[in-house]
């Protein structure tokens, strides 16, 4: 099943715009979500992608923000909006759209990681309207490869401590300015030393162990892993996963 709705006619430039909304995959059978223009809306094969999400790509029936510039679409296109369902019985829900100038520097739409390791993590990015980035990675306490100049879409930064959750950022570097900045957390890999390797979970157990998305001990972690007495089989601490 695929469904197209046009956005009216818009009183400005159509590249001097973005869209803003709140979008919603009730099901991880819901297929692909796009927007994207088109010269002539009786004849489909002028359908040209900006931006696309597959429903698998975040936990279904809860609403995420998406921001699309519209740098780059012809003058005369119709923007479109178009959900390809892989079953009739799930849906796809949007809401609070905006259209609304685009920023002096519109920022990467899309960080996502690519790889982990022991001392390397490595990240791919895209969107905004400028093919120039800049990186950045921090530990919280220290900076690494501190403001990367890049026209790549992708990075890989080596030299990482193990274990540690880093905050990546990147952002649109547009020669006169920088957008605002996109950010993503991960966590590199661990390795003991010796086998068998244990944890209680207990202070002082190891030195290595940084749970899934860093020592966390509130529900408010981007991963809900979360370190504490609550459900301990033995001892005093174990860690748990929760909404």
Not at 2 to 29: E, H, K, N, Y
Not at 43 to 60: K, P
Not at 175 to 199: R, W
Not at 206 to 231: E, F, H, K, Q
Request: contains cysteine.
């Amino acid at each position: 099943l695929d469904v197209a709705i046009s956005l009216p006619p818009l009183d400005r430039p159509t590249d001097s715009l973005q869209l803003r909304f709140w979008l919603f995959a009730a099901g991880d059978r819901c297929g692909t979500f796009s927007v994207g223009y088109m010269t002539d809306l009786g004849n489909d094969s002028t359908f040209v992608v900006i931006d696309s999400w597959a429903a698998t790509e975040w936990s279904t029936f809860e609403y995420y923000e998406k921001i699309v510039p519209l740098c780059g679409v012809p003058g005369n296109a119709h923007i479109v909006l178009r959900a390809e369902l892989d079953n009739a019985n799930h849906i796809w829900g949007l809401d609070n759209l905006v259209v609304e100038p685009l920023p002096p520097c519109p920022a990467p739409t899309r960080l996502t990681v690519t790889g982990v390791g022991l001392d390397s993590i490595a990240v791919a990015y895209s969107g905004g309207c400028s093919e120039n980035y800049r990186l950045y990675i921090t530990d919280g306490v220290s900076y690494s490869d501190m403001d990367i100049a890049t026209s790549e879409d992708s990075h890989t930064f080596n030299g990482l401590s193990q274990a540690t959750r880093y905050t990546i950022g990147v952002v649109s570097d547009c020669s006169s300015d920088v957008s605002d900045t996109l950010y993503i957390v991960a966590v590199t890999q661990m390795q003991a030393d010796t086998l068998p390797f244990y944890t209680g979970f207990e202070p002082g157990d190891d030195t290595l162990w940084r749970c899934v998305n860093g020592p966390s001990t509130t529900s408010g972690d981007p991963n809900r892993w979360i370190l504490s007495s609550a459900v301990e089989y033995s001892g005093s601490r174990s860690i748990y996963i929760t909404e």
